[in-house]
């Protein structure tokens, strides 16, 4: 199969996690006798430099003429001077999410037994930890009106009914594959916008007598993740609720390294990027763990192109690497990022 898809490495460790990917994916088509089409593009800060300008329009159009993107992380400290849409992060990512209609953002947090003692937690509240997290990604405070007055600074929060329906009937689908039970995250107790969220998800759980549902604030729920964080299947929440949660969610997992997502529109564009960001503080250094990355691209490959053997050999070698602690120093290893993608692409299919 020809594997035709777009590159954006981004900023930061983005081209770094990218390179170990891109290596894993060579591995891949090798052992599998795949060919590697790769449409790469600058987006963020790095296409700010190049370009004058966060998304660039060929960009986008790659990313809509492939429907499947794997995207490094964008933004850093040489642009945080910038302002709105001129950011890496206002004026590249976000628009690319939004202009794609990717509203499905799904984020997984089951620790690998192996890295049980890289995290700050104790095994005993770790052990059978199986969550996903889906986070809804077009709407909110995030794409709301944003501004300043005489008085301060406002950005309003909005969700129509029809953005709440859809995110909620994919986290409702996704809990029917798995253990049947959806947690809503809100803040009805303060929020219009949380108390419509209830509402709607509510109604629309009507449709699933088969899915268990409970309904939780966001303060709360930021506990219960690290105190009982195995009572939880699917996760249903909104923006910022969601990219706040699934941070905390990474230290179940070892290292904010480790967490790899996807980004789904109603068919089947996908755009598939690590939870983390652009990690200025070790860029350049070789210490960013790629796996997030690795497993985005397995994630591509499962989602965008139905290579279900391929993504799977892919999360194996890893698997193996972090057994054998051929990993980064995050995880307690002495590799390099290139070293460890190395080592997960000599070990595909293997
Ligand atoms: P971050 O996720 O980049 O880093 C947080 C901490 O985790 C840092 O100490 C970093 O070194 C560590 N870390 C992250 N990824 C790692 C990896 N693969 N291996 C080892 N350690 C890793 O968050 P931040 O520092 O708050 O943000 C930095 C920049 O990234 C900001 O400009 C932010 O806007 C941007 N960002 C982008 C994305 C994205 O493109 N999807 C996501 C989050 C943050
Ligand atoms: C993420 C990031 C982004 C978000 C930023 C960079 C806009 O933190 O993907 O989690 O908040 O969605
Ligand atoms: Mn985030």
């Given at each position: 199969?020809?594997?035709?898809?777009?590159?954006?490495?981004?900023?930061?460790?983005?081209?770094?996690?990218?390179?170990?990917?891109?290596?894993v994916l060579n591995a891949?088509?090798?052992?599998?006798?795949?060919?590697?089409?790769?449409?790469?593009?600058?987006?963020?800060?790095?296409?700010?430099?190049?370009?004058?300008t966060p998304l660039p329009d060929d960009t986008l159009a790659s990313a809509k003429h492939t429907g499947a993107i794997l995207l490094g992380a964008v933004g850093g400290p040489k642009w945080d001077h910038l302002k709105g849409a001129d950011r890496p992060e206002l004026g590249g990512l976000l628009p690319l999410r939004q202009k794609l209609d990717l509203f499905a953002n799904i984020r997984p947090a089951k620790p690998f037994a192996t890295l049980i003692n890289s995290s700050p937690l104790k095994s005993e509240i770790l052990n059978g930890v199986d969550f996903v997290v889906v986070r809804e990604l077009t709407g909110g405070i995030y794409f709301g009106n944003k501004g300043r007055d005489n008085l301060g600074a406002?950005?309003?929060?909005?969700?129509?009914?029809?953005?709440?329906?859809?995110?909620?009937?994919?986290?409702?689908?996704?809990?029917?594959?798995?253990?049947?039970?959806?947690t809503s995250v809100d803040?009805?107790?303060?929020?219009?916008?949380?108390?419509?969220?209830?509402e709607v998800v509510s109604r629309v759980a009507g449709d699933y007598p088969d899915v268990e549902l409970e309904h939780t604030l966001v303060d709360?729920?930021?506990?219960h993740m690290l105190t009982r964080p195995r009572d939880f299947d699917v996760i249903l929440t909104e923006n910022m609720f969601g990219d706040i949660l699934t941070d905390e969610a990474s230290v179940l997992c070892g290292s904010m390294g480790v967490i790899p997502s996807a980004s789904l529109d109603a068919d089947n564009v996908g755009l598939y990027e690590p939870i983390h960001g652009s990690a200025p503080d070790i860029a350049g250094t070789g210490k960013a763990n790629p796996t997030a990355m690795i497993l985005s691209a397995a994630w591509m490959l499962?989602?965008?192109?139905?290579?279900?053997?391929?993504?799977?050999?892919?999360?194996?070698?890893?698997?193996?690497?972090?057994?054998a602690g051929q990993v980064t120093g995050d995880l307690g290893g002495s590799l390099s990022t290139d070293q460890m993608g190395k080592w997960v692409a000599d070990h595909v299919g293997r």
């Open positions: 199969m020809n594997i035709h898809f777009t590159y954006l490495p981004g900023d930061g460790i983005g081209p770094e996690i990218g390179l170990a990917a891109l290596q891949m088509a090798n052992v599998f006798g795949h060919t590697l089409d790769i449409e790469e593009h600058l987006i963020g800060g790095a296409a700010i430099d190049k370009r004058g406002y950005d309003e929060c909005r969700y129509s009914q029809a953005e709440i329906e859809r995110i909620t009937v994919t986290a409702f689908e996704l809990a029917r594959t798995r253990r049947k039970k959806v803040k009805s107790n303060v929020l219009e916008t949380s108390r419509l969220w209830r709360a729920m930021a506990m499962r989602t965008s192109f139905g290579l279900e053997p391929e993504a799977v050999a892919i999360e194996q070698a890893v698997e193996q690497a972090l057994e």
